[in-house]
């Protein structure tokens, strides 16, 4: 019973980083990513963060292998 919980933890934890990581605003992956842009791009991009949570929402409705995660 234990391992099989840990496992299970594992696998959420390795998800949610994975999640995390992705390049939309409001989540880490966008800070790494403003680093990555040019200067001119950077600034448009950064501009998207107050839409960001719109666009987490969005992502888990609207893309069919996102919602079979959640």
């Given at each position: 019973m234990l391992p099989a919980v840990l496992i299970q933890s594992v696998r959420l934890n390795l998800l949610l980083a994975v999640f995390n990581m992705l390049p939309i605003p409001p989540l880490d992956g966008s800070r790494?990513?403003?680093w990555l842009?040019?200067?001119p791009v950077r600034e448009g991009y950064v501009a998207l963060e107050r839409f960001g949570i719109l666009l987490v929402m969005g992502l888990m409705y609207l893309v069919p292998a996102v919602r079979t995660w959640c």
């Open positions: 790494v990513m403003t842009l040019p200067a």
